[in-house]
């Protein structure tokens, strides 16, 4: 049924203005529920419902008016010749302009503009009109400003379980992406992980923009600058890979197992060689092997980490990282495990030759090592709890500054690219730190909490406004720099170098009287004639040395009778001389009744002692009272602390050394009673 309602209204009164009035309210109509009518629906629950949050937008396309641009060239005529004088004929001009330097008018003009002219260039040479007269000011609002930095960007590992970042490399152009390592280094991992790389794309961190798939884990990664596609790849498994990114992820050549290194490879650079194919590598198997990747069957040289020189690599030092700088290309240094740093020389002729310095930098492994990029013969290493600054032209000396101990491990460290007194360390605790040098050497300028995670990796960009750093779960932080601490000051280089050759004249001197002091001590030393110990003279001297700190423990604890002989010490006699009578022990000048009452006491005074014994099983020991008594009496057998302790007397260790004597510790559970702090036993 169709409903339809007309109705007709004055064309005067379309678009008249409605009124409103405010009206109570009222009930239009009432529809009670009806519970019959539930039984023809089904309830649903729970009901989802979506909301669109965002405001919706239109897009409008607008074409602007396009300007014709065309390029035309203009050729320029020289003009201001008479009409007889034609300027293509150069004989004419040449007479013209003689008739003309013949005139008086123009020998006239020219010396009157010639001291106007002459004005206006000593007054431009005076004055310059481009110089910047708030430079300085402005380095200085600059200076003022604290350094920062922030967090822009965290790049994730997409497998699971989560593997360590062990290296990370920055594109060569413009660091539009970063390859990161993966691979897990705890010793005999029992997972099977994942051993895929990637290549990430700063602006597209969500998605790796290429996977490396290499036949094991890769440890280190590195960018070939002459050549952007070429990645090179140092494997757990000792193998050297390279990748050519044009062609995918799978690598295009491998070392054979048998001729690459037994360790994994800890670090691995590109040589700047003509062809730009040649590259080198160490690993903690104590080599160091040169590679050309057009010929990757064996390697082109050998050079074995033996600091003794004798080339054996069974006492080879396992590398443990890897540097070189490009403007040295002969020289490279290498970290060991054994905490020792190796310069080394590619150009000497023979391998031992080939070991230039050695430095002994770090208690533990050496975890990175680095050249300064403006300041070569200067370079960075970071080991056990420290950050040290070392120079090549002190050969045997320490480093010439150094950070302070921290509270845990420091893992990596790097210069920054574009200010010469600044680098970075990362710690296990998850904190980066930021040294300017020039400012603060004992703390750093800017701690910055990074991660949870320890941070194993750490590289700066080439203008060293953004720094990586990888933790051990797998994660990559990028973090930006404030403008103070990737842009360089005035001077800032000079006073850097001022500082480096200051603290190595500093280390020189040191060094110098050090040796100094120890020739003189040798020589004073030589000068003295050599005594020959008498061995009855060194037993007589302990041996007095020995009672005599006894006698004077018994006399500060009140344990010794004034009128009581402490005797020789001889098993089976108590306090008298042996050599003498039995009554020479005994004071002279006392009634027969006295003596009598004192050696009665004396006799039950045994007795008791006896019969301790006898309940008590007692070991062989010294005491204060019966020196070399076997077993003690029960009245010195409580007494603690009556013999020193073994080393502190030069008599009593000299007399336990000729006796035999074997100082052993106590044992507090072997009896009840109170026994001495250290025992000698007879062997």
């Known amino acids: 049924m169709e409903i339809k309602y007309e109705y007709s209204r004055k064309r005067s009164e379309f678009g008249r203005p409605c009124v409103f009035s405010d009206l109570l309210a009222e009930v239009t109509v009432n529809i009670p529920p009806d519970p019959a009518l539930a039984e023809d629906f089904i309830p649903q629950d729970p009901v989802d419902f979506a909301v669109q949050e965002g405001p919706v937008l239109a897009g409008h396309e607008v074409n602007t008016e396009r300007s014709q641009v065309t390029i035309r060239g203009v050729n320029h005529v020289e003009g201001g010749w008479p009409k007889h004088v034609d300027p293509k004929n150069q004989e004419l001009t040449t007479r013209y302009r003689e008739e003309v330097e013949r005139e008086e008018v123009y020998t006239k003009t020219i010396q009157r503009l010639g001291f106007v002219v002459e004005h206006y260039i ?78 990430w794309d700063v602006e597209k961190p969500y998605a790796p923009e290429l996977t490396l798939k290499p036949s094991s884990p890769v440890v280190t990664l590195e960018y070939n600058s002459k050549d952007w596609y070429h990645m090179l790849g140092g494997c757990y498994n000792g193998q050297i890979v390279y990748w050519d990114t044009r062609k995918g992820g799978l690598p295009m050549e491998m070392t054979p197992v048998e001729f690459s290194h037994r360790d994994p490879v800890y670090g691995a650079y590109w040589l700047p060689s003509r062809t730009g194919t040649e590259c080198f590598s160490g690993s903690t198997d104590g080599q160091v092997l040169w590679w050309d990747i057009r010929k990757l069957s064996q390697p082109s040289e050998r050079l074995v980490l033996d600091i003794s020189r004798q080339d054996q690599l069974k006492d080879a030092l396992g590398a443990s990282s890897l540097d070189f700088a490009p403007v040295l290309p002969t020289k490279f240094l290498v970290g060991t495990e054994q905490g020792i740093i190796i310069s080394c020389n590619r150009d000497a002729k023979t391998p031992p030759e080939k070991i230039a310095n050695i430095f002994r930098s770090h208690i533990g492994a050496v975890y990175r090592v680095t050249r300064n990029p ?207 009578g039995r009554a020479q022990g005994e004071p002279q000048g006392e009634p027969l009744s006295v003596r ?88």
């Open 122 to 199: 000593k007054q431009n040479n005076t004055i310059d009109i481009y110089e910047e007269y708030f430079e300085e000011e402005e380095e200085e609002d600059e200076d003022e400003e604290h350094p920062s930095a922030k967090i822009i960007c965290v790049i994730r590992d997409p497998n699971n379980p989560r593997r360590m970042c062990t290296h990370l490399s920055w594109h060569p152009d413009s660091n539009r992406a970063v390859a990161v390592a993966y691979c897990s280094l705890d010793f005999q991992e029992s997972r099977n992980l994942n051993s895929d790389s990637y290549v």
């Open 374 to 580: 403006f300041f070569p013969k200067v370079f960075l290493s970071v080991g056990d709890w420290t950050a040290r600054i070392w120079t090549e032209e002190l050969m045997d000396s320490s480093s010439i500054m150094e950070t302070r101990y921290h509270s845990s491990y420091l893992m990596n460290t790097c210069w920054s690219p574009v200010k010469p007194a600044v680098f970075f360390t990362v710690r296990s605790d998850g904190v980066l730190d930021i040294w300017d040098i020039l400012f603060h050497q004992k703390e750093p300028s800017l701690s910055v909490k990074v991660s949870n995670d320890p941070l194993l990796s750490l590289c700066s960009q080439d203008n060293g406004r953004i720094v990586s750093c990888a933790t051990k779960m797998g994660n990559v932080s990028l973090l930006e720099l404030s403008p103070g601490l990737c842009t360089i000051r005035k001077n800032e280089k000079t006073l850097t170098s001022t500082m480096f050759e200051r603290e190595a004249r500093r280390e020189k001197v040191l060094q110098d009287k050090y040796k100094e002091r120890l020739l003189r001590e040798q020589e004073q030393l030589r000068a003295q004639p050599e005594q020959q110990e008498d061995a009855v003279q060194t037993f007589q001297q302990a041996r007095e040395d020995f009672l005599a700190s006894i006698k004077a423990e018994r006399r500060r604890r009140g344990l010794e009778a004034p009128g009581e002989v402490t005797g020789m010490g001889r098993p089976g006699h108590h306090s008298r001389d042996p050599s003498k």
């Open 596 to 683: 009598m009452k004192r050696r009665r006491q004396l006799l039950a005074k045994r007795r008791r002692s006896k019969a301790s014994r006898r309940r008590r099983r007692m070991p062989r020991s010294v005491c204060s009272g019966c020196t070399f008594l076997s077993p003690p009496c029960q009245s010195c057998c409580r007494d603690r602390a009556t013999v020193p302790r073994p080393g502190s007397s030069p008599g009593l260790c000299a007399l336990s050394a000729l006796l035999g004597w074997q100082v052993e510790d106590p044992d507090p559970t072997a009896a009840p009673w109170p026994l001495h702090p250290y025992f000698l036993w007879c062997e």
